[in-house]
């Protein structure tokens, strides 16, 4: 939520208190380089203990609720009939409006049964932009993603406030050339992750149902951000002014065939689900649930997180909390402009994104600048944000790099984990970088796995830019810090 203060300024603020509290360290600058080069420049590959704020990513890293906590103590250990289920399914019902539940043990879990029981070889699945581990489900599938995002989807600084939509009239295109047999669903991504957490709006969900609809192509929506993707409708679209979070859910979950989340973003959880009110889909993915994920009743979650997910699923409709990462998000954006460092705008769900190649412009892209932002980052702050560029793209057939559309360093604000000065402290430190920009050097691969590469890729700097930033950083700021 935000607030106004006496001074005219708009802050967000906390509509919770600490009760329970984990330390963090900051490591010396000379640590940190340290860190880094054992990490193989790759900020997945850093232990905790060397990060000071974890900003890789919000999932499963948001703090859950007192009534979280508290629900996962009742929690029925029961392999199958578990009560702990139906209270999720009850949420489900109550939230989201689908009666039939397929709990997994992740989002990418959902797209792996999915993308089993729906995607054939030679198959094209449409959607506003593509997901990592979404992308590797269909291409393992034999399936083709097709992203038909909007123009003006990939300009990073931009006041376009639905830079998420998908363009309906790209979806005909496609249809008219794969035909209908070829195109197993649509998939609509709440906030486009890759693409800065971008939402995209009502009207064109509405748009993009009704046309796949007149194909008979069922809709299916990655809920992964749902609270935050309404969030930005209630704020950003007229119709929904004045509407309640669990409204605009309401109404989204319309235009649904198909829904799947990771409940490690907006549900605070660890686990996820598929959920849906046609028996002919539920009964396409039910046998597939025993032989990957558990029993149709935790589907490979611990009942306890299954416990906290129904109330999690609940929590995420109150405004404070569907508002509580998108504002600190907000502010984080703001502050970075203010300063004349290059981020993506408008700010979106998950994270504030740096633009690297605005950023670092003299640095290749196939010597991944998103990459390189990164640890230098790391280096000049303890802070651990994470690539989303090339480097999280894999090579294409003939071992080539795929350049990515954007080059992002991703600085993810899990919901209701860190609080202002920590934010102050980032960008600052950010601020400080920036001044020290062509310092930054490229990255090169030394151990590339050969898919999803960016969890386990090892990389070393062209150069020893990494070795002079610290010593640079040192100067400035003392051996201590
Ligand atoms: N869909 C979206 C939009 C996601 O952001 C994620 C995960 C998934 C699906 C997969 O869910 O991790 O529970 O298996 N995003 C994480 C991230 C990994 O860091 O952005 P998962």
């Not at 009560?83 to 949420?91: C, H, Q, R, T, V």
């Not at 070889?121 to 599938?141: C, R, S, W």
């Not at 083709?144 to 998908?166: D, H, R, Y």
Request: proline residues 5%; negative net charge.
């Amino acid at each position: 939520m935000n607030i106004t203060l006496s001074t005219g300024k708009i802050i967000p603020i906390e509509m919770h208190k600490v009760k329970i509290v984990q330390k963090t360290n900051l490591p010396s600058s000379k640590r940190r380089l340290e860190a880094i080069n054992e990490a193989g420049y790759n900020t997945f590959l850093l232990r905790t203990r060397d990060v000071f704020l974890d900003m890789l990513t919000d999932s499963g890293t948001n703090a859950m609720s007192d009534n979280q906590l508290g629900a996962m103590m009742v929690s029925d250990e029961a392999y199958a009939g578990s009560e702990s289920f139906y209270k999720l399914a009850d949420a489900v019902k109550e939230v989201l409006g689908f009666k039939y539940l397929l709990p997994v043990h992740q989002g990418r879990a959902a797209e792996h049964l999915l993308a089993k029981a729906f995607v054939k070889p030679g198959d094209v699945v449409p959607m506003n932009y593509h997901f990592t581990t979404t992308k590797a489900h269909v291409d393992l599938a034999g399936g083709k993603v097709a992203e038909i995002f909007k123009e003006g989807a990939l300009e990073t600084a931009s006041s376009n406030p639905f830079k998420g939509n998908l363009d309906p009239a790209k979806l005909e295109a496609l249809v008219k050339q794969h035909g209908v047999a070829h195109i197993p669903f649509v998939r609509m991504e709440a906030t486009t992750n890759l693409i800065g957490g971008q939402p995209f709006s009502m009207a064109n969900l509405r748009e993009v149902k009704a046309m796949a609809a007149s194909f008979g192509i069922p809709l299916v929506f990655d809920g992964s951000l749902i609270s935050e993707n309404a969030y930005f409708i209630q704020q950003r679209e007229p119709e929904f002014k004045g509407a309640t979070i669990q409204q605009v859910i309401t109404e989204l979950m319309k235009n649904v065939d198909i829904f799947y989340m990771s409940g490690r973003k907006s549900a605070a959880v660890r686990g996820g689900l598929i959920a849906t009110n046609e028996k002919k889909f539920y009964d396409a993915i039910l046998p597939w649930l025993p032989v990957y994920e558990g029993f149709a009743t935790y589907g490979g979650m611990s009942t306890k997180e299954v416990e906290a997910m129904a109330v999690g699923l609940r929590e995420m409709t109150e405004q404070a909390v569907a508002s509580s990462g998108a504002d600190f998000i907000q502010y984080f954006v703001n502050r970075l402009e203010e300063e004349g460092v290059p981020v993506v705008t408008p700010a979106g769900g998950l994270a504030c994104h740096l633009d690297a190649m605005r950023f670092l412009p003299h640095i290749p892209q196939a010597q991944y600048p998103a990459g390189a932002l990164a640890a230098a980052f790391y280096i000049a702050s303890g802070v651990r944000g994470m690539e989303r560029g090339t480097v999280s793209m894999d090579r294409d057939a003939q071992g080539n790099d795929v350049m990515s559309d954007l080059e992002l360093l991703r600085l993810a604000v899990p919901r209701r984990l860190y609080t202002m000065s920590h934010i102050e402290y980032a960008v600052d430190r950010v601020k400080w970088l920036y001044a020290h920009r062509e310092m930054v050097g490229g990255l090169q691969f030394v151990e590339e796995p050969p898919v999803l590469r960016f969890f386990f890729g090892r990389l070393e700097p062209v150069g020893d830019w990494g070795v002079q930033l610290a010593a640079a950083f040192r100067a400035d700021f003392g051996d201590e810090f």
